[in-house]
């Protein structure tokens, strides 16, 4: 099988970037309830802070995807699996602005008022939430609680499939797709697309 080329430099760090902050956000969302009331707003402040950064990351790997088409999948790759490799990226993109802007709206939702942090600076209160009246902001809260989970959800099936097309390429398939987006190539090195 002819080598199917590497996601460039840029890429491949943007891609770990973010899936480094999400892999400690889930944890972080759920077990901050578990923990003692010292810990857990901690815990919360670092998820809200780490979630507002995947908000920024997204954007730039996205115009960075457009300006830089990755690797052509390799020739005996199937279509179906082609499509479902893109139906993933793509939802990953969407769920990953999804779930921070809800994230967001959920924060300035909150019947009080409550700053919403962004590594020790104040973030913004999503514009038009915070302003409701307090009845609306209260059903609105429970209302973004639902959708927030359900999107988070969502992300962590997006994530087992993505692991497990990762596996099925690195042991069954035994091909050079595991290679294109780890920070060292799984075999010879390819040239980087640009």
């Known amino acids: 099988m002819p080598k199917a ?4 430099g840029v890429a491949i760090g943007l891609h770990w970037a973010t899936a480094g902050l999400v892999l400690v956000n889930i944890p972080l969302a759920l077990t901050h309830d578990w923990v003692s009331h010292s810990v857990g707003p901690a815990m919360m402040w670092w998820h809200k802070s780490l979630g ?5 990351l997204i954007p730039l790997r996205l115009l960075w995807r457009l300006a830089h088409p990755p690797p052509a999948p390799p020739p005996a790759m199937r279509r179906w699996e082609t499509f479902a490799a893109a139906v993933t990226h793509w939802g990953f993109y969407a769920l990953l602005i999804a779930l921070p802007l809800t ?3 959920l924060s300035s939702a909150v019947p009080r008022d409550t700053p919403i942090p962004l590594y020790g600076a104040v973030w913004p209160y999503f514009p038009g939430v915070h302003n409701l009246p307090l009845a609306q902001r209260h059903a609105l809260h429970g209302q973004l609680q639902v959708w927030h989970a359900w999107l988070a959800w969502a992300v962590c099936a997006l994530l087992a499939l ?3 097309a990762y596996l099925k390429h ?3 398939n035994k091909d050079d797709i595991p290679g294109r987006m780890t920070p060292w190539p799984r075999r010879a090195r390819t040239a980087a697309v640009s």
Do not use: I, K
Request: charged letters at 5%; zero cysteines.
């Open 103 to 105: 994230g967001w709206a």
């Open 162 to 164: 993505h692991v497990g």
């Open 52 to 56: 507002l950064t995947v908000l920024a």
């Open 5 to 8: 080329g590497r996601y460039t």
């Open 170 to 172: 690195a042991l069954v």
